[in-house]
């Protein structure tokens, strides 16, 4: 069940944009500002296929900032598996771990170990931002300014202001992934209130732009929610496929910065 695989990254990433909150001119990294998440955030969800409970995926910032190369950074973690019910089906242990700058909201390391049916794959790559270089356990090569992976695109996309959005807005992203840098897109499409699993929630309502082929059939048929609040947790992300339905939901959380203002 490759399609899996696209939902766990659906979640992870849904998008950053090109623009930065502000910009100093006097230091090596921009500044952008976080008012969005902080040390000790655990995000935890629940993978539907159809009408069934599938998978798990685990996202937990840890308790104290990590050290590279001298700066700060958010040690952050996403781990997804599937239930040992499904394993049959679709197999996946998978471990994206990200250590994203305090200050510029970048990520400055990236580290990756999948385990997807018979596929393996391990990854390491370091960020040099300000040569715009990133040097990889399999390969090194130059990539744009502020790149994000598919863990800190999260992270940074959190902290982006939609109050004067409108509707049919595109937002740019950079992502790395896999020894490629992809340029996509996600768009603004509105509001919504939904049901969930934590109660009634208040969202922001986006759509990532999907490569359409063998598991999409067209570039939208991915949406994501996210609270509509200074927090802007991911809730839900939706996706039809050409065999059903997938759809990640959030169970449980703990950490946030800010009140979960938007929970009804």
Not at 60 to 85: H, L, Q
Not at 208 to 213: A, C, G, R, S, T
């Amino acid at each position: 069940m490759k399609a899996i695989k696209y939902l766990f990254l659906g979640l992870i990433v849904f998008g950053a944009s090109a623009y930065t909150n502000q910009t100093d001119q006097h230091a090596a990294l921009r500044y952008s500002a976080n008012q969005a998440f902080t040390y000790g955030e655990e995000l935890n969800y629940r993978v539907h296929y159809g009408f069934i409970n599938a998978a798990s995926i685990k996202i937990k910032v840890a308790d104290k900032p990590a050290d590279i190369k001298g700066r700060s950074t958010y040690n952050i973690e996403a781990k997804g598996r599937t239930y040992s019910s499904f394993d049959w089906a679709y197999r996946v242990r998978d471990h994206f771990e990200t250590y994203l700058d305090s200050q510029s909201i970048a990520p400055l390391k990236y580290f990756k170990s999948v385990e997807e049916d018979k596929y393996k794959d391990v990854d390491l790559v370091y960020y040099d931002h300000e040569k715009k270089y990133m040097v990889g356990k399999k390969k090194s090569m130059a990539m744009p300014s502020y790149v994000q992976d598919i863990v800190s695109g999260m992270f940074y996309a959190r902290t982006i202001d939609f109050n004067s959005a409108y509707v049919g807005q595109t937002f740019p992203i950079d992502i790395y992934l896999d020894q490629k840098i992809y340029n996509l897109k996600f768009k603004y499409v509105g509001k919504e209130v939904i049901r969930t699993d934590v109660g009634k929630v208040r969202c922001i309502k986006l759509q990532p732009q999907l490569v359409v082929d063998r598991v999409f059939k067209d570039e939208d048929d991915m949406t994501i929610w996210v609270s509509d609040d200074l927090n802007k947790v991911p809730i839900r992300v939706q996706a039809d496929i050409y065999v059903g339905s997938l759809k990640v939901d959030l169970t449980s959380y703990k950490g946030l910065r800010n009140s979960f203002s938007s929970k009804q």
